[in-house]
């Protein structure tokens, strides 16, 4: 069965998350998306939603936990699913918009605000989770969050870990919109339809040097790999383990810095 369905109208490709009941990221779904991006693609397409089904309690709940490796090994490398999805999410040739109804998790939030546009239900809420997993994000992961929001507000969705309502995101601008839920597929159709009747080849090029001009951050080589040492010192600790049980046994993590 599919993980992701996609429907087009009118030069626009609808693709909706179909792994109930809260999505989560597999590898199978990421795949799928990514797949989804690459088959529907200009001339014919001229712009992209990526949506939950109607009525969705939860867009999506982040990463696939049970995917997760428990061995020490890192599973955001620049090869893994999540990374690349968001890649392809970036360099998709034509703009792209997330029209979010319900929760959004954990490495959710990283693929929603990869997107181009955000448009948000009034109960939407993101929480940013690697905290409450004893998972680090790597260092492009954190960086795309630094693109959309200041850095004092990044620093409370990271450390608190709590789930932030849409309109407070908005306010911070860190979404485009936010509507009642039943007005929000109409503005998204509507939004979809401006971006239609625009010039493809301009969309294409201006979207390339955004993409450019936001990664244009300077890091020496010492630094990443400092950076990558104090991730690893993560993965091979007993608090990734104990988060990845806690997670699965539902129930809160005793954390013990070690």
């Given amino acids: 069965m599919s993980l992701v369905q996609v429907d087009i109208r009118d030069s626009v490709a609808w693709i909706t998350l179909a792994n109930p009941p809260v999505n989560a990221l597999s590898g199978a779904l990421m795949d799928e ?3 989804a991006l690459h088959d529907h693609r200009p001339p014919e397409i001229r712009a992209a939603v990526i949506r939950a089904a109607r009525g969705s309690k939860v867009f999506s709940a982040g ?20 990374r690349t999805l968001v890649r392809n999410v970036e360099a998709f040739p034509a703009p792209i918009i997330a029209m979010v109804e319900g929760s959004v998790w954990g490495g959710a939030c990283e693929l929603v605000l990869s997107c181009d546009l955000v448009l948000a239900g009034s ?3 993101f929480a940013l989770t690697p905290a409450r997993l004893g998972v680090p994000y790597n260092l492009s992961g954190t960086l795309n ?7 004092h507000f990044i620093k409370e969705m990271l450390f608190a870990a709590r789930p932030v309502a849409a309109d407070r995101l908005a306010t911070c601008g860190v979404l485009n919109a936010v509507f009642p839920i039943e007005e929000l597929e109409d503005a998204t159709v509507a939004m979809a339809a401006d ?13 390339e040097e955004l993409r450019v001009l936001s990664n244009a951050q ?16 993560v993965y091979d ?7 990845i049980r806690a997670f699965l046994e539902k129930r809160r993590p005793e954390f013990r810095g070690s």
């Fill in 218 to 233: 300077p890091l020496t080589p010492e630094a990443y790999e400092r950076i990558q040492s104090l991730r690893r010192e």
């Fill in 237 to 243: 600790s007993e608090d990734y383990q104990e988060g």
């Fill in 145 to 151: 969050l630094l693109k959309v929001a200041d850095m």
């Fill in 123 to 125: 109960k939407t809420t």
């Fill in 195 to 207: 971006i239609v009747s625009a010039s493809p080849l301009v969309h294409r090029v201006m979207k």
């Fill in 63 to 82: 990463h696939d936990v049970r995917e997760l490796p428990t061995n020490g090994r890192d599973p955001l490398t620049y090869n893994d699913p999540l």
């Fill in 33 to 35: 998306l990514s797949a």
